[in-house]
């Protein structure tokens, strides 16, 4: 007799989806692991060698008959499959499409072919908006995305979609996810004014407690708990990104003027983020942690090549500032979304 729980994970190859398909096979005789998503490279890449412990199906989620097979017979979906944020505010249509769209098409075939199966949800910090000025936040706040966030607006969409449907649900917004897998020193971090009150959330806490919430479903079902790591997890963001440069060797941060925006991100600390702890029990992590397993994840000719090297990756960094850039350019157009 086979007792074990239909899990489906819908995007499994993103940076979150990682960090929940491991904490799914370190349960695998728990459930039985469907995952589903795009075909490329990268996906088949963390994919294709785990075909004898999991189920693949590669499709594309907005297009509805992708999803008809892959949902039958499920019990528990963690739906993960977002485009970056990146990606989905530099392309709003296919934002629509994939976020939104991929949401509503998902959740109709649940309906129809695996009513009873319990719907967990992936959002984020941005719904929230700027919140400088007042960054304690609550799931019952009003919702307002920065301008031109395109990733939060179509992530406000599909948490409708769901609201809406007559599933059991539960929405996640976690805070800013850090894990020593996912660092990419870009030109976003000069998007975060450096007041900005953040609340961090390690990924491997929130895959636990993404993983962790069907056990517990009566107590979540219907709701949004916003998913952070609690005090120990907190920060300014200038004094986190400051530490974030010592530890990866590239010295004191001295960026000149204008190089980060003064306004229309997100951020905050969740004021009501215990709520979720007490039910999950899933933090494990400080920002402390984080940055230990950083320092420890850098290899010495890593470490010896940022020493070396670390000015010119700051100066190669700096030119990927689009605050900076519209400041020098003079591009009131673009300022306006930065300052």
Not at 39 to 47: E, F, G, I, V
Request: some cysteine; overall charge negative.
């Amino acid at each position: 007799m086979n007792d074990k729980t239909n899990v489906l994970l819908v995007g499994a190859s993103t940076e979150i989806g990682r960090y929940v398909l491991k904490q799914l096979l370190a349960r695998k005789d728990k459930f039985n692991i469907t995952v589903f998503d795009v075909k490329k490279s990268r996906s088949q890449t963390l994919l294709e060698p785990l075909r004898d412990e999991i189920t693949v199906v590669y499709g594309n989620i907005a297009l509805p008959a992708d999803t008809v097979e892959v949902v039958k017979g499920q019990d528990f979906v963690i739906h993960c499959g977002f485009l970056s944020p990146r990606t989905a505010c530099k392309k709003y249509p296919l934002a629509e499409e994939v976020n939104a769209l991929g949401t509503r098409f998902l959740i109709e075939n649940l309906e129809h072919y695996s009513p009873q199966a319990y719907l967990v949800m992936l959002s984020s910090i941005e719904v929230y908006g700027d919140r400088l000025t007042a960054p304690m936040l609550r799931t019952s706040d009003f919702l307002a995305p920065s301008i031109g966030n395109f990733s939060a607006l179509t992530r406000i969409q599909a948490e409708k979609f769901v609201q809406d449907s007559s599933l059991e649900w539960t929405i996640f917004r976690p805070g800013i996810v850090m894990g020593t897998e996912m660092e990419e020193m870009d030109g976003e971090i000069f998007l975060m004014p450096l007041e900005s009150h953040l609340e961090f959330v390690h990924a491997e806490d929130l895959a636990f407690a993404l993983v962790e919430s069907y056990q517990h479903r009566p107590s979540l079902w219907n709701k949004i708990f916003n998913v952070g790591g609690g005090t120990t997890c907190r920060a300014v963001y200038s004094e986190f990104l400051s530490r974030l440069f010592s530890t990866i060797g590239w010295g004191e941060m001295d960026f000149p003027e204008r190089t980060f925006a003064t306004y229309n991100r997100y951020g905050g600390y969740f004021s009501d983020g215990d709520a979720l702890e007490e039910i999950l029990h899933f933090r494990k992590y400080s920002i402390d942690d984080y940055f230990s397993e950083l320092a420890n994840a850098k290899t010495l000719a890593g470490k010896l090549a940022t020493k070396l090297f670390g000015g010119l990756q700051k100066k190669n960094l700096l030119a990927k500032s689009e605050p900076y850039k519209a400041f020098r350019q003079n591009d009131s157009t673009k300022m306006k979304y930065y300052f």
